[in-house]
């Protein structure tokens, strides 16, 4: 993975938003990363709600736009090869969430209940694909979760809560910012076998509005980075699906939206900018690169039930306003098309293999138990580490 981004990097002159990406494996320029931050912070107004997605991806598609090419051809490849053999196999991914909090009575360190809403949340916006999600039972280590001798807390399955005050986290994370490696270095299963859900007061990025969660593609991102970050305010609420859109983004979907922004131009601003239509005439190389979408502008928190399309022959916006990968509003966000399903399951096998065979939510073993000859299984799952 790390040779993966390295790829990715290569090449001439590097943007800002790369240069910053580079430096996560240079801690010791501090002074600049600071100064970063406090433009980004200074930067940021509150208004449209966004997401951090296209913050880091458009600079990185610039820079290498042959990667992204091989990425969606073999993408697409796996999407025929799935198409053909007309069934899939369902995949279940384990999930650990990682509360990061400035301690135990903060606001960050939030109820549990958010966690168990989040996960059924998620499966419920996943039912019409193949892949679901699980709270992780078992660490990398072989470790049952919650894990009592380590403090996690009794019955809180799937979770980690961690105080990162001492590390200087103040609840807070800059997207590409110097606090990001510090922050989820400290709580991190392997991404092989994880999808990791990062949960943070607050995240702040280069862009206009408020960022309520991010996601890194496959294999663009170091591997001790990669997952979903999470702005607390947007997990765990009946009809919230920011974590949906970022699972989407986790499993190489674009937004519905992409390519409806000119160059240079922020268009997550609050007057909600975006001034192109999509190209769309090479659906499967083009705007979001899922062909039963329709190229459209982003819907600026709203949910238009009717309505012309400007991009799309005056079609409603109800083709797109109720996909998760939108800007509508989070009542009215419910849909994955089966293309974009499709390509899900086509990430998973090509770029996340490890997902469907990950034993994050099989059974730790009980270490008593499996002194026990009598309980073969039990002594074969305590050597399972992964
Ligand atoms: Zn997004």
């Known amino acids: 993975m790390k040779k993966n981004f390295n790829s990715v990097l290569k090449g001439g002159k590097l943007s800002i938003a790369l240069q910053i990406l580079n430096l996560f494996r ?20 509150s208004g449209q709600q966004i997401c951090g997605f296209d913050e880091y991806i458009h600079p990185l598609m610039q820079q290498n736009p042959q990667y992204f090419e091989e ?21 279940t991914i384990p999930v650990i969430f990682h509360i990061m909090h400035t301690g135990v009575n903060s606001t960050t360190n939030i109820d549990y209940s958010r966690i168990q809403t989040a996960i059924v949340s998620l499966n419920a916006d996943f039912a019409n694909s193949n892949i679901q999600f699980c709270l992780a039972i078992r660490d990398p280590q072989g470790n049952p979760v919650p894990n009592i001798a380590a403090g996690d807390i009794a019955g809180e399955i799937g979770v980690k809560r961690v105080n990162g005050s001492q590390s200087g986290y103040t609840g807070s994370m800059t997207l590409g910012g110097s606090n990001e490696p510090i922050i989820k270095g ?19 990025t280069g862009g206009a509005g408020t960022t309520a969660g991010f996601a890194y593609f496959p294999n663009t991102s170091p591997s001790n980075l990669d ?38 131009a922020d268009c997550n601003a609050n007057n909600c900018s975006a001034t192109i239509c999509p190209l769309n005439v090479d659906c499967e190389n083009q705007g979001d690169r899922i062909c039963d979408t329709r190229p459209h502008k982003r819907s600026c928190g709203n949910c238009l039930p009717n309505g012309q399309n400007a991009c799309d022959n005056n079609s409603s916006n109800a083709l797109f306003v109720h996909n998760h990968m939108d800007y509508s509003t989070e009542i009215c966000r419910n849909t994955f098309t089966d ?8 990430a998973l096998m090509t770029f996340r293999p490890g997902l469907s065979t990950s034993l994050g939510c099989v059974q730790a073993c009980n270490p008593i138990l499996s002194l026990s000859l009598l309980n073969l299984q039990q002594v074969h799952c305590k050597l399972d580490k992964m």
């Open 186 to 204: 400290l709580s991190y299963f392997g991404n092989f076998s994880y999808l990791n859900v990062w949960v943070v007061g607050d995240i702040l």
């Open 227 to 264: 997952g979903i970050t999470m702005d607390k305010d947007f997990l765990g609420y009946g009809n919230w699906h920011v974590l949906s859109h970022e699972a989407g983004h986790f499993l190489n979907l674009y937004h519905t939206f992409e390519g409806d922004c000119p160059p240079g």
């Open 339 to 346: 293309n974009q399903n499709t390509k899900m399951m086509a």
């Open 71 to 91: 990425m969606e051809l073999q993408l697409q490849q796996a999407m025929e090869q799935l198409n053909r053999q007309g069934s899939q196999t369902p995949i």
């Open 26 to 45: 240079n801690a010791k320029i501090i002074g600049i990363l600071l100064f970063f931050t406090s433009i980004f912070y200074s930067d940021r107004v």
